[in-house]
């Protein structure tokens, strides 16, 4: 089916994108997939194919991608996306990530792309089957940069890969330094050796060296300065400048004026015959020493990801048929019982089997105390065995360990692109031309006031030099790869970076009840009998019955019974929300509510000072008849945990509201509440409604924060602003936050609070930092001090300026691995 008028059919539509989509299945689908469609703008054709399942658009202008799925989506249909990284080399500046951008975005079926400088890579968001790596490769290569040949998630190869271009760079770093100091002294002498000048100029040697600086600047310029012109003079001519031309000019026009001077003396006035070989090498030189400390200070920002990898362990003992023998982590299949042995890395996720030791899981929880493992208990893959040994069977391997699964979360939040930084994007996007025509305009000012070329150029040249963007670029990225690091060091896993800036706006605390605010396991805290019941009898009979229910109470009452042998059940019936009954050992025996038990059985009475005592208290009450006789009254409470106290008296001293949202019975939330001291109590919601609470609660108070743990949480994880999932919770819920508390306290919802207050406050300071630089340095470096105190700016103290910038952004940013839990 074809959308296209008669006079667009004449000329065929020359753009096209083709992707997949889900649901098509007859002609009726094909016809609402092509009529939705071709309702998008500038979609003048569409072929939808319910053989292959893809769909085809043409246009004869570029179509937004997102328009396009969300037609789909809309139309009832799905159009999934992919994900796509690029691993980029040669980017230095705002400037440059701005350009890799929009040549990622500007391709046909990309939704949206984003660009770390700190991390090297690009994230490009597609309509699945729309574009291939390797197009999106090319359009990178385009614009300038190389895409390093290397898979996604191949993490030491791109680490092997990395270490060979840092010591590339390290050699002609060596080598630039190694030319600039003689050119340096020869260019200085008349200062720092006066007498050896005059021996020069009584010798007539002062030619002989000014050649062998034109030598030697030459050599720093083109050789391990080559990279600064082959890169920036491409950009000039693509008319998409960046940090490397800037350099390129400001060092080019330095190094070809004195050129001329050598060459050609007689084109210029006497005093305009300086010399700016020294200049030149200096500004070429001082940047390579300021990359080099900036490599070395990403590699600092990114060693949480790299000693996520490192804990890794490269083999571990398997029992085969038998037989101990030492694998390859790769080899490990699940289902291999494994042994871990005193002071041990686990090898992989598993369940003990054998044996019982203490197993310290800092490192990826944050809880520094160790947790005690045996039979049935859960260990997991990088955590450390203590002194004891244990076997145990492998659950998950190789990229599904939780290793594995924390380490790709932290290197998707540490690429994210914070709303903060749209700011620093449309600035990047025209600064470096716009410096470009300032340092043209500074020029022909001085020249108009009477200033000689030579030092309208140096003037010129400083603005160009001191107006380098890299500080700009690096000031957002740069602090959320070090926070998002630490984070996870804490045992806090931002799945998304933006959460990092909405934490920082968060104005109201959300808790769920039940396994965040308390244990989330019931269990038996009282119990009152008649005086001619046997206590330890009764209560094996009742774990006897309870066995045949699932309710969390009734799981309470098996795990506080002792085992009966011999116990006879039968006839049992369990009645959802009320109780449970049947016949123990020939007794007719029930447990439940009060008006289940009524109903049932007489002698409530003789328990009401007793049930007079406990109401209110926040436990469930439970009555237990036997023989039609109620013999006992329970009581079965979910202890609160060790941290909510803190926790919520942390928050309210951040001037943070608090409020408990529960799907349990008001009074019993409410004692919960009291003891915590939450005043805002929403209960009993149901899952649909707690949701619909956060709504309200944002409409009141601002940006939420939820926190929540259970299948019935998943809803207001999604709706608030910030979700925050207890990670020993369901994994529902933990899919649908946007942070996971791995150590499973909230009183990591407090340090995930405080750590996105202090990122923010981390990137406000490098912004401040990067503009307020700018504002100060472009007009000194213009001369505008000149006529009132006679200073101008060297060109080489620009070059010092724009990288000590760059250093102060990145060792202000590294301040944040000192955050404390």
């Given amino acids: ?147 390093a040949a290397e898979a996604q998630g191949q993490g030491d190869q791109r680490e092997r890969q990395r270490a060979e271009r840092a010591k590339r760079q390290q050699w002609l770093l060596v080598l630039a330094i190694a030319l600039t100091v003689p050119l340096f002294i020869i260019a200085m002498s008349d200062h720092l050796v006066a007498p050896f000048h005059h021996w020069l100029v009584e010798h007539g040697a002062v030619s002989i060296m000014d050649w062998i600086q034109a030598v030697l600047a030459t050599l720093v310029l083109f050789v391990p300065g080559a990279a600064f012109f082959r890169s920036g003079l491409t950009a000039l001519l693509r008319r998409t400048p960046d940090m490397n031309s800037l350099v390129a000019v400001g060092a080019g026009t330095a190094w070809l004026y004195s050129l001329v001077v050598l060459l050609f003396p007689q084109w210029l006035p006497a005093a305009s015959r300086h010399l700016y070989f020294e200049p030149a090498a200096m500004i070429v030189t001082l940047v390579m020493i300021g990359r080099f400390f900036e490599a070395r200070a990403k590699g600092r920002s990114s060693s949480a990801v790299r000693a996520l990898v490192n804990m890794q362990v490269p083999e571990a003992t398997v029992i085969r048929e038998g037989v101990e023998q030492t694998l390859a982590i790769e080899q490990i299949a699940v289902g291999d019982v494994l042994i871990a042995r005193p002071g041990e890395r686990i090898a992989v996720d598993g369940t003990v089997e054998q044996g019982e030791s203490w197993v310290d899981e800092s490192l990826l929880s944050g809880e520094s105390a160790p947790q005690h493992k045996q039979a049935g208990s859960r260990v997991v893959a990088a955590t ?54 300032l340092a043209v305009i ?13 030092m309208a150029i140096s003037v010129a040249v400083a603005v160009v030099i001191i ?32 959460a990092l800036q909405t934490l920082d706006e968060v104005k109201v605390v959300a808790l769920d009840k039940t396994g965040t605010l308390t244990e989330g396991h019931p269990s038996l805290s009282g119990m009152f009998c008649a005086p001619d019941v046997d206590k330890h009898q009764l209560l094996g009979q009742m774990s006897a019955l309870e066995k045949h229910s699932e309710h969390p109470l009734a799981e309470a009452i098996v795990a506080a019974a002792p085992e009966l042998p011999g116990v006879q059940v039968e006839r049992v019936q369990v009645h959802a929300g009320e109780g449970i009954s049947g016949r123990v050992d020939g007794h007719a025996l029930s447990i439940g509510r009060e008006a289940y038990i009524s109903a049932r059985a007489s002698g409530l009475e003789q328990f009401a000072s007793q049930t007079e005592q406990q109401a209110g208290g926040g436990a469930s009450l439970l009555y237990v008849a036997l023989d039609e006789q109620v013999v006992a009254l329970l009581t079965v409470d979910d202890a609160i945990k060790s941290d909510s106290r803190a926790t919520v008296t942390a928050l309210k001293k951040r001037g943070i509201q608090v409020v408990m949202i529960s799907g349990d019975a008001h009074s019993t939330a409410h004692h919960v509440a009291r003891q915590l001291g939450i005043d805002e109590i929403q209960a009993p919601l149901l899952p649909a409604e707690k949701a619909s609470a956060i709504e309200a609660l944002h409409e009141r108070y601002g940006a939420v924060a939820f926190v929540g743990d259970g299948i019935n949480d998943a809803p207001a994880l999604a709706a608030a602003d910030v979700g925050i999932a207890i990670g020993s919770g369901a994994d529902v819920a933990i899919e649908t936050a946007d942070i996971v508390l791995v150590s499973g306290d909230t009183e990591g919802a407090q340090r995930a609070l405080a750590l996105g207050h202090a990122t923010l406050v981390n990137i406000r300071q490098n912004l401040a930092w990067a503009f307020g630089y700018n504002l100060c340095l472009i007009p000194l470096a213009a001369g505008v001090l000149y006529p009132a105190f006679g200073i101008l700016l060297s060109p080489v103290f620009a070059a010092l300026a724009m990288t000590l910038s760059s250093l102060f952004v990145l060792s202000n940013a590294l301040r944040l691995q000192r955050f404390q839990r």
């Fill in 1 to 147: 089916m074809s959308h296209s008028s008669p006079s667009q059919q004449s000329q065929q539509p020359s753009l096209s994108v083709t992707f997949d989509v889900e649901g098509m299945h007859c002609a009726s689908c094909v016809k609402r997939i092509e009529s939705a469609l071709g309702n998008v703008a500038d979609v003048e054709e569409v072929r939808a194919n319910v053989a292959n399942g893809r769909v085809s658009v043409f246009s004869h202008t570029p179509v937004d991608s997102r328009s396009l799925k969300t037609a789909i989506d809309d139309a009832g249909f799905s159009a999934s996306t992919e994900r796509i990284e690029l691993a980029i080399e040669g980017m230095h500046c705002a400037s440059c990530v701005s350009r890799v951008e929009q040549a990622l975005a500007g391709l046909p079926g990309v939704i949206a792309a984003s660009v770390n400088l700190a991390t090297e890579r690009a994230q490009a968001t597609v309509l699945s089957g729309a574009v291939s790596r390797a197009q999106l490769a090319s359009a990178v290569r385009k614009t300038g940069y190389q895409v």
């Fill in 384 to 437: 450390i065995n203590g002194a004891g040994s244990f076997r145990y069977r492998a659950t998950q391997v190789g990229d599904d360990t939780t290793l594995a699964h924390i380490t790709r979360i932290v290197e998707q939040a540490q690429a994210a692109k914070l709303p903060i930084q749209s700011l620093v994007d449309r600035i990047s996007a025209v600064f470096v031309p716009a410096v470009l025509v």
């Fill in 442 to 454: 500074v020029l022909a000012i001085w020249l108009f006031l009477g200033a000689t070329l030579s």
């Fill in 467 to 498: 107006s380098c963007p890299c500080a700009m670029g690096l000031a957002t990225p740069v602090s959320i790869m070090v926070a998002s690091g630490r984070a996870a060091r804490l045992g806090i896993l931002l799945r998304s970076g933006e």
